[in-house]
């Protein structure tokens, strides 16, 4: 994975205690992250007696980095991005929940020019949010799936933003990638646009929670490790109810005025995001769908993603966290 070979640049950081954690999001905070921020400015971390520190990442690739070389307890990344690093580079990662039960992103495309095959991204230009990360990945991964070279599709980095539009217009790309919430911001501005899910093509595990295997295995960590599962449990809990919509999007204002401006907006991208946060498998939330993950891991082996193929599920997620953390509500 681009980006991650870095990851030796980072110094290991030993935390002096396991009550003091670091969260770090896979891009610029929002509405997406506001299971953990509520956690954080409703006092639910404090009440377990963790003290959680909100870091701002740049993209899922860093996200992953951060939390490979404990620069970062705690990270979020689709399994797209989590599971070749472990599997390829060794990365010093495991999940040990699960937030998406489906991939966020879709491609935005002219409506006279939908994206309706993986077969027709050949020699387009296509916007990703960052290199290195979830939707790169993702759009080889369309590419490989249908046999097909992903070499022969050109990148342009469009940002997170509804700026992609902008992109589509000057005719730099021929599709960019979206999430709920510019997705809305594009509708919201009359651009009518085509939306393939990009889950249609790639079905693998949407976002989820990692730490370092060091971290997870230092028994010293489990209790907190268990308790910041609770709470995120308890924040994704709260995303489902329309009626805390308001105050969740004041809380993310907090953190990014700029994305907690809109209310209208807000209220629009949490109902959306319901969708996606549902779980699948008979699971409860929070807890990893192992079969998806299994189904996920062998998706990948197959089209390429992960080149060291045959490796057991348990080196790509522990599930016994989550586990003990819902057991315990």
Not at 306 to 322: E, M, Q, R, V
Request: with cysteine; charged share 20%.
């Amino acid at each position: 994975m681009t980006g991650l070979a870095g990851a030796t640049l980072f110094p290991k950081i030993a935390f002096s205690s396991p009550t003091t954690l670091s969260w770090v999001s896979p891009a610029r905070i929002n509405l997406v992250h506001s299971y953990v921020l509520a956690g954080v400015a409703k006092g639910w971390f404090k009440d377990e007696g963790l003290n959680v520190d909100i870091r701002v990442g740049t993209g899922t690739a860093q996200s992953v980095i951060q939390v490979a070389s404990s620069n970062s307890f705690f990270g979020q990344a689709s399994s797209s991005t989590s599971c070749p690093a472990i599997a390829d580079q060794d990365a010093d990662l495991i999940t040990i929940g699960q937030v998406a039960y489906q991939g966020f992103f879709e491609l935005a495309a002219p409506p006279n020019q939908p994206i309706t095959d993986p077969a027709q991204l050949q020699g387009k230009t296509i916007g990703v949010m960052s290199l290195g990360g979830t939707t790169d990945v993702l759009l080889d991964a369309m590419s490989l799936a249908v046999g097909l070279d992903p070499s022969k599709v050109r990148k342009v980095v469009t940002g997170t933003s509804s700026s992609g539009a902008a992109f589509l217009q000057r005719g730099d790309v021929d599709a960019f990638f979206v999430f709920p919430d510019s997705k809305f911001a594009l509708r919201q501005m009359n651009v009518d646009l085509s939306y393939t899910p990009a889950h249609t093509y790639v079905p693998l595990p949407g976002d989820a929670i990692l730490v370092s295997k060091s971290n997870a295995s230092n028994p010293d960590n489990r209790d907190a490790i268990v308790k910041f599962l609770k709470v995120c449990r308890m924040g994704l809990d709260y995303m489902q109810n329309e009626k805390n919509f308001d105050e969740l999007i004041q809380i993310v204002a907090k953190f990014n005025p700029v994305e907690g401006a809109d209310v209208v907006k807000g209220r629009s991208v949490l109902e959306m995001l319901k969708v996606y946060y549902e779980p699948t498998g008979g699971v409860q939330r929070i807890v990893c769908d192992e079969q998806a993950w299994q189904d996920g891991v062998l998706l990948m082996e197959k089209i390429g993603l992960i080149k060291n193929k045959g490796l057991p599920l348990s080196s790509f997620l522990d599930n016994s966290f989550a586990k003990q953390a819902v057991a315990g509500m």
